[in-house]
Every structure is written in C-alpha cells, then in structure tokens.
C-alpha cells in the first residue's frame, strides 16, 4: 500500500480515471468528487475522467460539471485509476464493479470505520470531511473559483456550517 501524496503523482500515466462517492451522495460526497473531476479537467487535459456517482439533489446543480455525472454506471470500459471518495467500497452501489476492476484504486476518506480499500489510501479521522482532504492533495495554485466553490460546499455540509467539534 502506497502513502497518499500529490493527486498529479499519483495519475501519472493513467489515460482513464473514475470518481465515485457513496450512495445517496450528501454535500461532501458531491463536492470531494466534483472538485477533482473539475481539477484533472481543468489540469490535466489529456486524462478522461469520468464521475459515476448516484444522481445528486437539485441543490448541488450549482457546481460546474454536476451534468456530466454518470448515474446509469452502466459501462463496460475498464479503467488506469478509480478514486472512491468519502466512504469504503462496499458503499459504492453500482459503482462497486467499476471500482473492483480498475487497475489502480485510491481511497479518500475521513469516516473512523474506514480502514481503506484502495491501494493507495489517505485516511484521516480527524479531518472534517473528504473534501478538506482532497484540498490537501491538490496544488493550491492550479485551484479556481468552481473548485473552490464545489470544496467549499463539501466542507460546509459535513462541519453543519462549520459548527462540528472536528471543524
């Protein structure tokens, strides 16, 4: 198992990438995926990415990119890299099977029952949500304003407007 660094390092080389998050995706869910498929589209150009992800409450339809998510999951393509974020593997629905057959599969979580799934893991309770965890893993400079705001958005959700003893 690999120690989390930079998301550019760890998708060297990948052509494929897949995002998903947990069944009925709440404001972390969305905003920790969004935020990184905004990113690889916005940085690293020559990566497709893909978000298979449960479809989101209308509320969310702020975040630029929330109409490419793929809610059907029913795809066949195989994929270098697949980043679950914001729960374990098991809580993927039918993203699941996508996941199990990706070559290459990252964790990104923040919940204390989570021992990671992936094969590379960043795992931290005492983080306040998956979304703080995916700003530490991107390069601040490369982050715009709809990242920021789809971050945003997940950190506000999962600290109840940053009320929460871990915020």
């Avoid at 550019?8 to 494929?16: D, I, P, V, W, Y």
């Avoid at 690889?40 to 298979?52: D, G, H, L």
């Avoid at 715009?144 to 109840?160: Q, S, V």
């Amino acid at each position: 198992v690999k120690i989390m660094s930079r998301l550019e390092e760890l998708l060297q080389g990948a052509k494929k990438v897949a995002l998903s998050g947990h069944i009925r995706p709440d404001g972390d869910c969305v905003g920790s995926v969004m935020s990184v498929y905004q990113y690889i589209k916005k940085n690293m150009p020559e990566i497709e990415v893909k978000v298979f992800l449960e479809t989101p409450a209308s509320v969310f339809y702020c975040i630029e990119g929330i109409e490419n998510i793929d809610s059907s999951m029913e795809t066949t393509e195989e994929y270098d890299v697949f980043i679950a974020m914001d729960c374990t593997a098991d809580r993927l629905g039918n993203a699941q099977r996508i996941f199990d057959k990706a070559k290459t599969k990252i964790n990104i979580d923040h919940h204390v029952s989570n021992f990671g799934c992936g094969d590379v893991n960043y795992l931290r309770v005492d983080a306040s949500s998956a979304s703080e965890l995916v700003f530490e893993l991107l390069e601040e400079e490369k982050l715009d304003m709809e990242i920021a705001k789809a971050l945003y958005i997940g950190i506000i959700h999962d600290t109840g407007v940053l009320q929460y003893s871990n915020t």
